[in-house]
């Protein structure tokens, strides 16, 4: 016995063993409420975002109920629930100091990771008559309980990210941070257990091998955990991901051999680990073996990559795989580097041009990769390898190319964000970052002209869609140069405004360009003088009676800023000749395209986002889609924050419900 083991009545005895032997049920009982409670709240807000998409055309030229009861002044009870709703917006937009330093990106998260954490420890303490010893085994209980939670977090095939609408980063927080609460729980076990035993025990003594696989299992959970900090996840990654993997396996089976009464929680991780891997597995083979692209449809290039700069790489995969907007994949170059890298789509899985929802044979992944360490350095290293062939490149306009076979892209993966279910939508980027707010453009454009053209079943809610990226210079134009030019001329009449914001370096002229692979020779509508604040704007009101003329409504552009088109890498400076004239489609023909339009500077997100919401009915609904840094990302969640009004919502205001979904860079 040792020097600090405590005596217990028998009856003590028995009720902190039954405690200690249903401490995982409570814990999993409350994670099951909360869930529970959160897949509603989602299952009710996708609904209503559903049906507000899927039946837009009856709804146009109609009133909605909610107007008259909005400019009455009055309060609704019927609104109630999106009143709610709102308030937690609010307070899950909001961005604090508090949480950024704490790797966390908002206050709702820093709440529920706070919240979980108690309840840890409240399990812990609870139920122990004061024990320091059943303190320490109730903690070890829980270790056991919380793996499985941890992985289920970390797998891409991810049932809770679907069910309860928490995207994919917010999930990546909880594993890290609950990964860490293993640790804690796990130090706790050690020193609890070495208080209530030291000088006793002995690890090397006879029947003492449990106490040895313990002590191993919690130096590789440890090293694990210390390996996967934010510096050398960005620095080493692939070393990151082959050591986190073995360390998991490792300290998994030890903690089996430790205490293989409660292995079968552990047991239920494996099953999780496994799966996620058998599917991930599955859809490689599935879409790159068994559904290949035909190598004559693609020229024989099943994968390219193209130096855009020295510090950005455009690769295109050639896969049958179909995916929604703001969706990532896992890039596969297995000559190059050992597993898959993520990366954000930069395209649609249809043609923009294409009026119904069939799925093509095949589609084009691109992807923006920004060139750092491991596989984006060598996809550089091999797009910038042939120097001659490179000259060449450059001399009729193009960018440096090289051939990726094989490759595969596998997925894809994240959560959706179903930003044409709103009326309302602004997209902000900074940067690589408009690899998700440009797929999510180009979808909503091209769902938007198919019911101007009168193909209805490709339904979209979105009347009023605004683009805005930051960039440092004007040549990072080039990124997207192809892309945003046709996304501007397909665009339905006055639906579409593009807002390019450069903060380094000087702005497109009508006198032209200092940058020669940019030259803007184009006719540019009438400028004034440029300012870097928000110009004046004029909100539209809807007055009509079909789908066509609300797209086409009268909107005021914004003033004083420098228009032009933007071209692309090769392309002539001479105006159209006769012939591409005569084969000009009739959407070009009905409208000129959207104007391109410039800032110097970075955005005030404040101002932008009240005239997008003051351009919107009352009854309608704003969403707003985020990507970059983490400084431009948190500007927009507490804009997003003040601009959501809960008693403005009550009176049927629903433009002041804001929906905001954010990606921010790192894994």
Same mark, same amino acid.
């Given at each position: 016995?040792?020097t600090h083991?405590?005596?217990y009545?028998?009856?003590?005895?028995?009720?902190?063993?039954q405690?200690?032997?249903f401490?995982q049920?409570?814990?999993?009982?409350?994670?099951?409420?909360?869930?529970?409670?959160?897949?509603?709240?989602?299952i009710?807000?996708?609904?209503l975002s559903?049906?507000?998409?899927?039946?837009?055309?009856?709804?146009?030229?109609?009133?909605?109920?909610?107007a008259?009861c909005?400019r009455?002044?009055?309060?609704?009870?019927?609104?109630?629930?999106?009143?709610m709703?709102?308030?937690?917006?609010?307070?899950?937009?909001?961005?604090?100091?508090?949480?950024?330093a704490i790797?966390m990106?908002?206050?709702?998260?820093?709440?529920?990771?706070?919240?979980?954490?108690?309840?840890?420890?409240v399990?812990?303490?609870?139920?122990?008559?004061?024990?320091?010893?059943?303190m320490?085994?109730?903690?070890?209980r829980?270790?056991?309980?919380?793996?499985?939670?941890v992985?289920?977090?970390?797998?891409?095939?991810?049932?809770?990210s679907?069910l309860?609408?928490f995207?994919?980063e917010?999930?990546n927080v909880?594993?890290?941070?609950i990964?860490?609460?293993?640790l804690?729980l796990?130090?706790?076990?050690v020193?609890?257990?070495?208080?209530?035993n030291?000088?006793?025990?002995?690890?090397?003594?006879?029947?003492?091998?449990?106490?040895?696989?313990?002590i191993?299992?919690?130096?590789i959970f440890?090293?694990?955990?210390?390996?996967?900090?934010?510096p050398?996840r960005?620095?080493w990654?692939?070393?990151?991901i082959?050591?986190?993997?073995?360390?998991?396996?490792?300290?998994?089976?030890?903690l089996?051999?430790?205490?293989?009464e409660i292995a079968?929680?552990?047991?239920?991780?494996?099953?999780?680990?496994?799966?996620?891997r058998?599917?991930?597995?599955?859809?490689?083979v /599935?879409? @790159?073996?068994?559904?290949?692209?035909e190598?004559?449809? !693609?020229d024989g290039?099943t *994968?390219?990559?193209?130096? +855009? #700069?020295?510090?950005?790489?455009?690769?295109?995969?050639?896969?049958?795989?179909?995916?929604?907007?703001?969706?990532?994949?896992?890039?596969?170059?297995?000559?190059?580097?050992a597993?898959?890298?993520?990366?954000?789509?930069?395209?649609?899985?249809?043609?923009?041009?294409q009026?119904?929802?069939?799925?093509?044979?095949?589609?084009?992944?691109v992807?923006?990769?920004?060139?750092r360490?491991?596989?984006t350095?060598?996809?550089?290293?091999?797009?910038?390898?042939?120097?001659?062939k490179?000259?060449?490149?450059?001399a009729?306009?193009?960018?440096?190319?090289?051939?990726l076979?094989?490759?595969?892209?596998?997925?894809p993966?994240?959560? /959706?964000? @179903?930003?044409?279910?709103?009326?309302?939508?602004?997209? !902000?980027?900074?940067g690589? *970052?408009v690899?998700?707010t +440009? #797929?999510?453009?180009?979808?909503?454009?091209?769902?938007?002209?198919s019911?101007?053209?009168?193909?209805?079943?490709?339904?979209?809610?979105?009347?009023?869609?605004?683009f805005?990226?930051?960039?440092k210079?004007?040549?990072?134009?080039?990124?997207?140069?192809?892309?945003?030019?046709?996304?501007?001329t397909?665009?339905?009449?006055?639906?579409l405004?593009?807002?390019?914001?450069?903060?380094t370096?000087?702005?497109?002229?009508?006198?032209?360009?200092?940058?020669?692979?940019?030259?803007?020779?184009?006719?540019?509508s009438?400028?004034?003088?440029?300012?870097?604040?928000?110009?004046?704007?004029?909100?539209?009101?809807?007055?009509?009676?079909?789908?066509t003329?609300?797209?086409?409504?009268?909107?005021?552009?914004?003033?004083h800023?420098?228009?032009?088109?933007?071209?692309?890498?090769?392309e002539?400076?001479a105006s159209?000749?006769?012939?591409?004239?005569?084969?000009?489609?009739?959407?070009t023909?009905?409208?000129?395209?959207?104007?391109?339009?410039?800032?110097?500077?970075?955005?005030?997100?404040?101002?932008?986002?009240?005239?997008e919401?003051?351009?919107t009915d009352?009854?309608?609904?704003?969403?707003?889609?985020?990507c970059?840094?983490?400084g431009?990302?948190a500007s927009?969640?507490?804009a997003?924050?003040?601009a959501?009004?809960?008693?403005k919502?009550?009176?049927?205001e629903?433009?002041?419900?804001i929906?905001?979904?954010?990606?921010?860079?790192?894994?």
């Amino acid at each position: 016995m040792g020097t600090h083991q405590p005596n217990y009545t028998p009856s003590q005895l028995y009720h902190l063993k039954q405690s200690n032997k249903f401490v995982q049920v409570y814990l999993i009982t409350a994670l099951l409420s909360a869930f529970l409670i959160a897949v509603l709240v989602n299952i009710l807000a996708k609904s209503l975002s559903y049906i507000r998409r899927k039946y837009a055309a009856r709804f146009v030229g109609k009133l909605r109920p909610s107007a008259a009861c909005s400019r009455s002044g009055k309060g609704c009870t019927m609104w109630l629930p999106g009143t709610m709703l709102a308030g937690i917006r609010k307070l899950g937009c909001r961005r604090s100091k508090v949480a950024e330093a704490i790797g966390m990106s908002s206050l709702a998260e820093v709440g529920l990771i706070g919240s979980y954490y108690v309840l840890n420890i409240v399990l812990v303490v609870t139920s122990s008559a004061g024990s320091i010893d059943y303190m320490a085994h109730h903690a070890a209980r829980l270790v056991f309980a919380n793996l499985p939670l941890v992985i289920g977090l970390a797998s891409k095939n991810n049932a809770i990210s679907y069910l309860s609408g928490f995207s994919y980063e917010s999930l990546n927080v909880f594993h890290r941070w609950i990964a860490r609460l293993v640790l804690i729980l796990s130090i706790f076990h050690v020193i609890g257990r070495t208080y209530v035993n030291v000088p006793s025990a002995n690890p090397r003594g006879v029947g003492q091998a449990y106490v040895r696989w313990g002590i191993v299992a919690f130096i590789i959970f440890f090293l694990m955990i210390l390996g996967a900090a934010r510096p050398i996840r960005n620095r080493w990654y692939q070393a990151f991901i082959i050591s986190h993997v073995g360390a998991f396996l490792l300290g998994t089976v030890a903690l089996c051999i430790h205490r293989p009464e409660i292995a079968p929680w552990l047991y239920a991780g494996f099953i999780i680990y496994f799966l996620d891997r058998i599917i991930r597995t599955g859809r490689i083979v /599935l879409h @790159h073996t068994f559904r290949p692209v035909e190598a004559e449809s !693609v020229d024989g290039e099943t *994968g390219t990559v193209e130096a +855009l #700069s020295d510090c950005m790489l455009r690769v295109t995969v050639q896969t049958t795989l179909t995916w929604i907007p703001g969706q990532h994949i896992y890039l596969h170059v297995p000559f190059l580097s050992a597993g898959g890298h993520p990366f954000s789509v930069c395209s649609i899985d249809k043609p923009m041009t294409q009026v119904s929802d069939e799925r093509p044979k095949h589609s084009r992944v691109v992807l923006l990769v920004r060139v750092r360490e491991g596989l984006t350095r060598c996809l550089y290293d091999l797009a910038m390898g042939d120097v001659e062939k490179n000259e060449r490149s450059h001399a009729v306009g193009r960018f440096p190319k090289a051939t990726l076979s094989p490759c595969w892209a596998e997925g894809p993966y994240g959560n /959706l964000s @179903h930003l044409d279910y709103y009326q309302t939508v602004l997209l !902000v980027a900074g940067g690589s *970052g408009v690899s998700f707010t +440009l #797929s999510v453009m180009q979808d909503i454009v091209r769902r938007a002209r198919s019911m101007s053209l009168g193909h209805s079943e490709v339904a979209v809610a979105t009347e009023r869609l605004t683009f805005v990226w930051v960039i440092k210079k004007q040549e990072d134009m080039a990124w997207i140069s192809e892309a945003l030019n046709e996304v501007a001329t397909l665009a339905p009449v006055h639906f579409l405004r593009i807002l390019i914001y450069i903060t380094t370096g000087p702005i497109p002229s009508p006198s032209g360009s200092s940058t020669p692979s940019l030259s803007l020779d184009r006719s540019y509508s009438p400028t004034s003088t440029l300012q870097n604040s928000m110009p004046d704007f004029v909100p539209s009101r809807r007055a009509s009676l079909s789908m066509t003329s609300r797209l086409v409504e009268s909107t005021l552009p914004f003033a004083h800023a420098v228009m032009a088109h933007i071209p692309s890498p090769g392309e002539e400076k001479a105006s159209p000749k006769l012939d591409d004239q005569n084969t000009m489609t009739s959407q070009t023909q009905v409208h000129k395209p959207t104007e391109i339009q410039y800032f110097s500077g970075r955005p005030k997100m404040a101002e932008i986002l009240e005239a997008e919401i003051e351009a919107t009915d009352f009854s309608d609904y704003c969403a707003l889609g985020a990507c970059g840094p983490a400084g431009l990302t948190a500007s927009v969640a507490n804009a997003v924050s003040d601009a959501i009004q809960p008693s403005k919502v009550l009176r049927g205001e629903h433009r002041r419900n804001i929906r905001l979904h954010t990606e921010e860079f790192g894994w």
